[in-house]
């Protein structure tokens, strides 16, 4: 009788909550663009400009694949920042990774630097006081994108999405890291140990884009579109606190005590064997030089329900899927391409197009109910002559046994990279999935690139990645039934590897009128 009575009330506090406004908490606007810095480590280096009337800037890029360089790279970029850091993540994990990079954006704002930090309140609920303490520091505010009302427990939760689901359903997908306004880091990563290739369990295949020069600044502004949006609230708004700086100062020393005990942690490890080297960020020759780049990012306003919206990343997207002529590589880890997306696939095909998707087999998915959405069209795909390769559980384990470094010793791979490369010359590399909820629901961003050595290294990546030794090949057998092919010439009818859960329900959310969520 009492837990239906505290149901009861939960609800009638939510209901009331709810039709007040969406967003129930006091937002702060009116904070202006960061100017890039005008002097520091970030100044100088870059390669002279052989066309400075040209109007269009020179931009250095790097495809950051290699996990622990991902991370470096971060870290990096934190401890030569003097100005400012913008941050801006749907996940971040309260693991070593993420701990370790809280602890350098700590001793960023010790030497002065502003720090904001811009986090998806899908993950971070729960995480109040944590996020509360980080924002005592002078330097540092913390703000939360879409927050819930509910900041803790299940039931909660349950009941809120009830209610206010329409609102929540909609995420910030948005990942950046951005120094100085003259380096930026875009792409596939949240912060956590599996995004960097450390964790001993479960990895994810991922890729950024790090940029150096003047689009840097763009990404800078598209964070300061998403700072000042009604739907971002200041963690103080939220979670009050008394000024406490020996909190932040507790922390920092636990911080600080907990890496020290971090000796052999692959990521500590791989840090310091390149800390006592002339950082690489500061390097012409480690970037890509080009005049023919694109940044690209949603309207924040798509995440609540503002009209009209500004173009984004899909109007970018299917103007360049409209000018392809002969070729498509496509890596989506939750590949849910839907009746029209199929249709229009097959037709490319069908017009001689040479496409081929990689995504997740059902056994590599971390998203079962995603996959559901991929396999219901991917009968018809095949039937096109679309090539479809699946990544196998086990293909990080396979590099390292074939000795190349794509993981550091978990023995499960799941893909997480979304890029694109476009007839051979026009890579993106961003945050959208080829889904709906990319589409229609998150917030996501990208580049895209026209340099052609970009291209080719992407290129080589897919057709590595693509090799029978970590990815199935689906086709169709002699009754146009699909099966998967993998390097020893096994030939599977069903999705190989996965158990019978989770192909149940995989088939099971494929009958279920849910595909324009996924």
Not at 136 to 157: A, C, K
Not at 193 to 220: C, K, R, V
Not at 348 to 369: E, P, Y
Request: aromatic share 10%; hydrophobic share 40%; glycine share 6%.
């Amino acid at each position: 009788m009492f837990r239906l009575l505290l149901l009861l009330l939960s609800v009638t506090v939510l209901l009331a909550a709810c039709s007040t406004s969406p967003t129930p908490f006091t937002h702060e606007v009116i904070t202006p663009v960061p100017q890039p810095a005008t002097s520091g480590p970030f100044l100088g280096w870059q390669p002279a400009d052989d066309d400075p009337d040209n109007e269009s800037p020179l931009n250095g890029f790097r495809l950051l694949y290699d996990g622990a360089e991902a991370f470096s790279a971060r870290l990096q970029s934190a401890r030569l920042a003097q100005q400012h850091l913008n941050i801006q993540y749907y996940i971040w994990r309260d693991d070593k990774a993420g701990q370790r990079l809280v602890y350098e954006l700590i001793n960023a704002a010790e030497r002065g630097v502003k720090v904001s930090v811009l986090l998806d309140d899908m993950d971070v609920r729960g995480s109040d006081r944590a996020l509360a303490i980080l924002d005592q520091h002078d330097n540092i505010e913390v703000r939360v994108f879409n927050p819930f009302i509910s900041r803790w427990g299940m039931l909660r939760f349950g009941i809120e999405f009830i209610f206010r689901g329409s609102d929540l359903n909609h995420r910030m997908h948005n990942k950046a890291w951005i120094a100085d306004g003259h380096f930026a880091i875009v792409g596939g990563r949240n912060i956590g140990d599996e995004y960097f290739d450390a964790s001993p369990h479960f990895n994810f295949s991922d890729l950024d884009m790090a940029i150096a020069g003047p689009m840097a600044h763009e990404a800078d502004a598209a964070f300061t579109a998403y700072w000042n949006s009604p739907a971002a609230v200041p963690i103080r708004h939220i979670k009050r606190l008394d000024k406490d700086r020996r909190a932040l100062e507790d922390k920092r020393h636990n911080l600080r005590a907990w890496l020290n005990e971090q000796e052999h942690h692959p990521l500590h490890e791989r840090f310091h064997t390149l800390s006592d080297e002339p950082s690489p960020l500061l390097n012409a020759d480690y970037y890509e030089w080009s005049r023919h780049a694109t940044f690209v990012a949603d309207d924040p306003g798509k995440a609540t329900h503002k009209t009209p919206l500004d173009p984004g990343v899909l109007e970018a997207l299917i103007a360049h899927f409209l000018a392809v002529e002969r070729e498509l590589l496509i890596i989506s880890p939750y590949f849910v391409p839907g009746e029209e997306g199929t249709r229009y696939l097959s037709a490319m095909a069908r017009r001689g197009i040479d496409i081929h998707i990689l995504t997740n087999s059902l056994a590599a998915n971390d998203v079962v109910f995603a996959h559901s959405g991929y396999a219901k069209r991917r009968q018809a795909l095949a039937e096109a002559g679309i090539r479809l390769y699946e990544l196998k559980p086990n293909a990080l384990r396979a590099a390292e046994d074939a000795g190349m470094k794509l993981g550091l010793g978990s023995s499960r791979a799941s893909l997480h990279t979304k890029a694109i490369l476009f007839d051979g010359r026009e890579l993106f590399v961003g945050s959208f999935n080829l889904d709906p909820r990319s589409a229609n629901l998150n917030t996501e961003q990208g580049v895209f690139t026209a340099d052609p050595a970009l291209a080719a290294q992407f290129a080589r990546l897919f057709r590595l990645t693509t090799d029978p030794a970590y990815t199935y090949r689906v086709s169709l057998d002699d009754q146009g039934r699909v099966i998967w092919t993998d390097g020893l010439l096994d030939v599977y009818h069903r999705d190989p590897g996965a158990s019978l859960w989770r192909r149940f329900l995989s088939g099971f959310a494929g009958m279920l009128p849910i595909e324009a969520h996924l």
